[in-house]
């Protein structure tokens, strides 16, 4: 599996677990929803800022975020 859909994959089960939607936490980031699910699907990669951002919020080390258990 490529990395992109990795994090992907990660972000989207870190974000569901605190129950916040993808609504939300575009709002946030100043973004469309459509333009924060390109995240999710891997179809985009995230910047370090955005990177550091979410690992925050959603309280993941990036090792979770990139799957390095």
């Given at each position: 599996m490529d990395l992109a859909k990795t994090v992907g994959e990660n972000l989207k089960a870190?974000?569901?677990a605190k129950g916040i939607t993808q609504k939300?936490?575009?709002a946030e980031l100043n973004k469309y929803q459509s333009d924060y699910s390109d995240y999710e699907?891997?179809?985009v990669q995230l910047?370090?800022?955005k990177i550091?951002?979410?690992c925050k919020r959603f309280d993941i080390s990036p090792d979770e975020l990139f799957d390095f258990r």
């Open positions: 870190a974000r569901k939300q936490i575009a699907t891997g179809k910047d370090y800022e550091v951002y979410l």
